[in-house]
């Protein structure tokens, strides 16, 4: 992993039976830009001291989604969904709203299954009106609320 690549965090609320309710915060490193596999990230990530890793759960390879729940299994990793819709980090401009909400669902429903902490999504496209934008991220939040996930936005692509 690249030094350089920045680190995600989150503020994860967790009962302490002693103490009552009290902030933590933990570190994840994500895997945007690494080269090698999954399962080297994870020694880095753990060696490093980090919480857990971000990291799509879409891929080319059709075993990435059972290798990624095995690793973060393995090395007692907590995981960040990233999700980028209507493409990869630079979304197809001329992709439709519709398009980009059904790919968010779809990868939401990919992941699900592995519970991820929360689910950072690069959605949408920012050369967009203002109004399409708001439609967009008000459908998108409604999308996260039907699964019951926490997504937190990325707005700064195309």
């Not at 819709?85 to 630079?90: I, K, L, P």
Request: hydrophobic share 40%.
């Amino acid at each position: 992993m690249h030094s350089g690549i920045v680190v995600a965090l989150s503020l994860i609320n967790q009962l302490d039976n002693d103490l009552g309710d009290i902030m933590q915060l933990k570190t994840f490193k994500t895997v945007w830009g690494h080269t090698g596999t999954l399962e080297e990230a994870a020694t880095m990530v753990n060696e490093a001291g980090f919480a857990g890793f971000e990291a799509p759960a879409k891929h080319d390879d059709p075993s990435h989604l059972s290798t990624l729940e095995a690793t973060l299994d393995k090395h007692g990793l907590e995981w960040i969904q990233e999700i980028c819709t209507a493409g990869s980090y630079v979304p197809r401009r001329r992709a439709s709203v519709s398009e980009h909400l059904s790919d968010l669902e779809s990868q939401i429903i990919l992941g699900k299954s592995l519970k991820p902490k929360f689910i950072n999504v690069m959605g949408g496209c920012d050369a967009w009106p203002i109004q399409t934008s708001i439609d967009f991220f008000k459908a998108a939040m409604e999308i996260a609320d039907k699964y019951d996930v926490l997504c937190s936005f990325e707005t700064h692509r195309g």
